[in-house]
């Protein structure tokens, strides 16, 4: 496992998360890092991605104004602030980390532009 991602937990509708990501070794080194997430018999899908050197972000439409991605260099770490959670949000949360430098959010929001993945942190909602 490359990447540790944890934070998740149940929340009633309107509730807040942050989840956490970060590398198992010392540093994340590549271009970018994205956070997917996994519902039961759908697709994985693009939730929100930061570039860890200028720390440009992208949001899918489904949780712009919602959500917000943000890095800690000092801490090596890229976080996922949650507000205003949805049932529709519940699923298992993933980082991954893309290393080759470059990508606009066509790039970015594609699981097969990242190299690394974590083993997911699971968001339940209730209604």
């Known amino acids: 496992v490359q990447l540790q991602a944890s934070g998740g937990g149940l929340v009633q509708t309107g509730g807040s998360l942050r989840l956490s990501c970060a590398p198992s070794?010392?540093?994340?080194?590549?271009?970018?890092v994205g956070w997917f997430r996994q519902a039961p018999g759908k697709e994985r899908e693009f939730v929100a991605a930061i570039t860890w050197r200028n720390g440009n972000t992208y949001y899918a439409d489904s949780v712009k104004g919602r959500f917000a991605i943000s890095r800690d260099p000092t801490k090596h770490m890229v976080f996922l602030q949650m507000i205003s959670l949805e049932p529709a949000d519940t699923a298992v949360y993933l980082c991954a980390e893309r290393l080759a430098y470059g990508g606009s959010y066509y790039t970015l929001n594609s699981r097969d532009a990242y190299d690394y993945w974590g083993q997911g942190t699971q968001v339940t909602v209730s209604s």
């Open positions: 070794r010392p540093t994340f080194s590549g271009y970018a």
